[in-house]
């Protein structure tokens, strides 16, 4: 079953403008990735948050984590037409069989005018 | 990181038959996924193939529709059987990151369409 909720389904920005992605999980994790997806091409991993993480950085990205609220942000910043894709969030469950198996949200489909 | 190929990359199929996807990997892993895009959707997982073992499925997902080899550490095949127009999606492989990383390194995928 559907483990994430992303939000908004879509999102439309300027180039320059940062872009704020919403995910949403219900049961408890061992961590959370963000990946990205082009034209419906394989995915490439973008950033991994543990569950006893609340806040971490990589390049224009930031996501963040909120355990008690079970949900995270993926926050592009000062984006770029190279951008566009769609962004699925993923989690991985906190312990026993299937602890390596993803289970991936909606995703986000990002288009970043020039 | 490893890196995935997959073949065919696309394929138009009559209903009725069955379509052998392929997926190499230039490293040895131990555990090689499967998932399906329907499309407009998320991934959705078929099968977890390991080697030495039957393919774990799944609720969902039957050996009899998808049937899985995983014959050495590189390589894996999925069949998408007796296909329907349903069946058409994108179908990936990944395999698992570094040991302890959980995440996964995918495939580009194959584009199925069934008429």
């Known amino acids: 079953s559907q483990q994430g909720e992303e939000d908004p389904q879509a999102l439309s920005i300027q180039e320059g403008e940062n872009a704020t992605m919403n995910c949403s999980y219900k049961?408890?994790?061992?961590?959370l990735q963000w990946y990205r997806q082009n034209s419906g091409r394989g995915l490439v991993h973008l950033i991994l948050?543990?569950?006893?993480?609340r806040e971490k950085h990589s390049g224009r990205l930031r996501v963040t984590l909120d355990t008690s609220k079970k949900s995270s942000s993926l926050l592009i910043t000062a984006s770029r037409a190279a951008d566009t894709a769609s962004y699925f969030c993923?989690?991985?469950?906190?312990?026993?069989?299937?602890?390596?198996?993803?289970?991936f949200g909606k995703g986000t489909k990002l288009s970043v005018i020039p | 990181s490893a890196v995935i190929s997959q073949k065919p990359s696309r394929d138009i199929c009559q209903r009725g038959t069955s379509l052998t996807i392929q997926c190499q990997v230039d490293s040895q892993v131990t555990m090689m996924f499967w998932y399906r895009q329907q499309p407009g959707q998320s991934l959705t997982l078929i099968a977890t193939a390991n080697q030495g073992s039957e393919a774990t499925y799944e609720s969902g997902f039957v050996i009899d529709k998808f049937p899985i080899s995983r014959p050495n550490l590189t390589f894996s095949t999925l069949t998408v059987s007796n296909m329907s127009p349903e069946d058409s999606s994108i179908y990936l492989c990944?395999?698992?990151?570094?040991?302890?990383?959980?995440?996964?390194?995918f495939g580009p995928g194959t584009r199925l369409t069934v008429t």
């Open positions: 049961t408890s994790i061992n961590n």
């Open positions: 948050i543990r569950s006893n993480e």
């Open positions: 993923a989690t991985v469950p906190h312990s026993g069989a299937g602890s390596y198996q993803l289970t």
């Open positions: 990944s395999v698992e990151g570094l040991a302890d990383s959980y995440e996964q390194y």
